[in-house]
């Protein structure tokens, strides 16, 4: 029972808000059918706002209603604030990653061929090799690796994904100068599926002797308490990594780092070299780091519907808001890292339902199985990502098939509400003494919470204060609503306002970043000789990206706060969600000389 109410946490909260709307404004229960139309409330007594007269005081549901209401609309202003000061240290921070890339060197590879340890910054200039944060004494020693060097674990799982998208994310990762050297691939395999083993072993041979090394894991179908899907292939692919790094006496467990991102996801050669950076430099904490980098959409976005991009702009600046200077915990999006010494503290991955939102659910299940000890750090160089594209049909009829995949992948998104109950339950046992190791209460378990509450209560509530308040203004004389109440819509309205101007500020700032992420990845795939991996520049004058700017809103409804109701309130009969994989586009990944296929 206690397991059933902490996972309907969301849904309950939903009920309870609407009940509180009820207790309120107990008018609106004589509301006609047909609503809304003006005039159709019955006659109330009238305040009498301009009689002089004293108002009748608050009952306590209308001093709820308005605190709470002032809470929602503070907290959408605050997460643009946020938002735009982590935007502004992302691009500085970018900037600095591609400054800190050390002069093109060569080293010899495995086949005795010489290849450049680092690519040549996109921003590289004779003397941009330095940094405020790295002396060339540490790039010196970055470069010879002489701090040591880290084993990078990769789990790319997939689902009944195109063989051509896991082709191209590999090609992606084998270009890196280390690829041969320090990355280990693991193809995270679902038994089940038919082609899975025909589809591992041609990858395999495709990209033999690219990487230190290259395997294939099969999660099989019927594990008591697992499901099918990303969450279960990369617990099962975790544990072979765990088993056979235990009997690797070569490497210390301490510098595996494992790496978890999407089939379709590319990661420049920055990534793994921060992570390599931030380990040696933090080597007496490397033990509970967890690492998460901000997302980008920069491979299909200008061939979307303007809504399906919209979404994903907000997908992506949901992640990007806790990355502000000073944040006490970051929660990642699709891709992370943490040492392997970690992850086999706390047990590994977990494969069943509630998993579902896996990259979330690992953060939570690190910071509780640490008493909160453990230390986010954000890797300051992208991920791209493809936004969700349907083939089927043309014109509009592609393109609403494109907005259905779109709303079933948020739901997916969504259904990852389940991790509020673990939370929930996580934080009961260990603050009571009843979980192992106990936790003390400290702010960043708060702002732990704050961000739940924000990715799994904010969306569907800010709708619901919204279309009440709208409907109830609308239809309901202003001599009729309390003066506190009538501040109240006046002020959140203003601050609704105030939010929208701001977010298109962000949005600005976004382009900036957008601009020299995708022209700096452009560059490094020119360099490697994949010569169409996708590339959707942003010009912000153009109609479709104009667009956005009002657009943002009503996606934020369609793929935010509609498929949160629909998950949050099917939690009452089921935690189960049948994993499908949302349809991506497929690159024809022509290569040169410089990389072999």
């Known amino acids: 029972m206690w397991r059933w109410l902490s996972r309907c946490v969301p849904g309950i909260s939903i009920i309870v808000l609407l009940l509180l709307l009820v207790f309120a404004f107990p008018d609106t229960a004589k509301w006609s059918p047909s609503l809304p139309w003006p005039g159709r409330v019955p006659p109330t007594t009238p305040v009498d706002n301009g009689s002089g007269k004293t108002p009748p005081p608050l009952s306590l549901a209308q001093k709820l209603f308005i605190a709470y209401t002032l809470i929602v609309h503070v907290n959408a202003q605050t997460f643009a604030m946020r938002l735009s000061w982590a935007l502004c240290r992302l691009l500085k921070e970018t900037r600095a990653?591609?400054?800190?890339?050390?002069?093109?060197?060569?080293?010899?590879?495995?086949?005795?061929?010489?290849?450049?340890?680092?690519?040549?910054?996109?921003?590289?200039?004779?003397?941009?090799?330095?940094?405020?944060?790295?002396?060339?004494?540490?790039?010196?020693?970055?470069?010879?690796?002489?701090?040591?060097?880290v084993v990078h674990a990769i789990i790319l799982p997939n689902y009944c994904e195109d063989l051509d998208t896991l082709q191209t994310t590999l090609s992606?990762?084998?270009?890196?100068?280390?690829?041969?050297?320090?990355?280990?691939?693991?193809?995270?395999?679902?038994?089940?599926?038919?082609?899975?083993?025909?589809?591992?072993?041609?990858?395999?041979?495709?990209?033999?002797?690219?990487?230190?090394?290259?395997?294939?894991?099969?999660?099989?179908?019927?594990?008591?308490?697992?499901?099918?899907?990303?969450?279960?292939?990369?617990?099962?692919?975790?544990?072979?990594i765990i088993d056979a790094h235990r009997r690797d006496e070569t490497v210390n467990p301490r510098d595996v780092i494992i790496t978890v991102m999407d089939a379709d996801t590319h990661l420049s050669q920055d990534y793994f070299t921060e992570i390599r950076r931030l380990h040696y430099r933090h080597i007496d904490e490397a033990d509970r780091s967890f690492y998460a980098s901000p997302i980008i959409f920069d491979r299909?976005?200008?061939?979307?519907?303007?809504?399906?991009?919209?979404?994903?702009?907000?997908?992506?600046?949901?992640?990007?808001?806790?990355?502000?200077?000073?944040?006490?915990?970051?929660?990642?999006?699709?891709?992370?890292?943490?040492?392997?010494?970690?992850?086999?503290?706390?047990?590994?991955?977990?494969?069943?339902?509630?998993?579902?939102?896996?990259?979330?659910?690992?953060?939570?299940?690190?910071?509780?199985?640490?008493?909160?000890?453990?230390?986010?750090?954000?890797?300051?160089?992208?991920?791209?990502?493809?936004?969700?594209?349907?083939?089927?049909?043309?014109?509009?009829?592609?393109?609403?098939?494109?907005?259905?995949?779109?709303?079933?992948?948020?739901?997916?998104?969504?259904?990852?509400?389940?991790?509020?109950?673990?939370?929930?339950?996580?934080?009961?046992?260990?603050?009571?003494?009843?979980?192992?190791?106990?936790?003390?209460?400290?702010?960043?378990?708060?702002?732990?919470?704050?961000?739940?509450?924000?990715?799994?209560?904010?969306?569907?509530?800010?709708?619901?204060?919204?279309?009440?308040?709208?409907?109830?203004?609308?239809v309901t004389p202003p001599s009729q609503i309390h003066p506190m109440l009538a501040w109240t819509f006046w002020f959140t309205g203003v601050l609704r306002a105030v939010s929208f101007v701001w977010m298109n500020i962000c949005l600005t700032l976004y382009d900036r970043w957008h601009a020299l992420c995708v022209s700096a990845r452009a560059r490094d795939m020119a360099r490697a000789g994949l010569l169409d991996a996708g590339f959707s520049f942003r010009t912000w004058w153009h109609g479709k990206h104009l667009i956005e700017r009002l657009c943002f809103p009503i996606a934020g409804t369609i793929f935010g706060s509609i498929p949160s109701v629909h998950a949050e309130i099917s939690h009452f009969w089921t935690e189960r969600l049948v994993y499908r994989v949302s349809k991506k586009p497929t690159f024809t990944t022509k290569m040169t000389a410089a990389f072999p296929a």
Not at 111 to 134: I, N
Not at 173 to 192: D, F
Not at 420 to 439: D, E, H, I, N, Y
Request: aromatic share 10%.
């Open 300 to 474: 299909n976005s200008n061939e979307v519907p303007v809504f399906v991009r919209c979404a994903d702009l907000m997908w992506g600046f949901a992640g990007l808001s806790a990355m502000y200077p000073g944040s006490p915990i970051t929660i990642p999006t699709s891709v992370y890292s943490l040492p392997l010494v970690l992850a086999e503290k706390v047990g590994g991955w977990d494969g069943d339902p509630t998993a579902i939102g896996e990259d979330m659910h690992m953060l939570l299940k690190c910071y509780f199985q640490t008493g909160g000890d453990i230390i986010s750090r954000v890797i300051y160089t992208p991920a791209s990502q493809c936004n969700v594209s349907s083939n089927d049909g043309e014109g509009w009829r592609r393109s609403l098939a494109t907005c259905m995949a779109r709303y079933r992948q948020a739901l997916r998104h969504m259904w990852g509400a389940l991790d509020t109950g673990f939370a929930v339950r996580q934080s009961l046992g260990r603050l009571t003494g009843k979980g192992q190791p106990r936790m003390r209460l400290r702010l960043r378990h708060l702002v732990l919470f704050h961000l739940l509450w924000e990715a799994h209560f904010l969306p569907c509530h800010f709708t619901i204060l919204l279309l009440f308040s709208s409907i109830y203004t609308f």
């Open 172 to 240: 992606v990762l084998a270009s890196h100068p280390r690829a041969a050297t320090q990355y280990e691939v693991y193809l995270a395999m679902e038994q089940k599926e038919t082609k899975a083993p025909e589809k591992a072993a041609t990858l395999i041979s495709m990209f033999q002797g690219q990487f230190r090394d290259i395997c294939g894991t099969f999660h099989p179908a019927g594990l008591p308490g697992e499901i099918a899907g990303k969450s279960s292939n990369v617990a099962f692919a975790a544990r072979h």
């Open 97 to 149: 990653v591609l400054r800190r890339r050390p002069s093109a060197k060569t080293i010899a590879g495995p086949d005795g061929s010489e290849t450049p340890q680092f690519a040549d910054s996109p921003l590289a200039t004779p003397t941009s090799t330095s940094s405020p944060e790295l002396t060339f004494d540490d790039l010196g020693r970055l470069e010879e690796g002489e701090d040591g060097e």
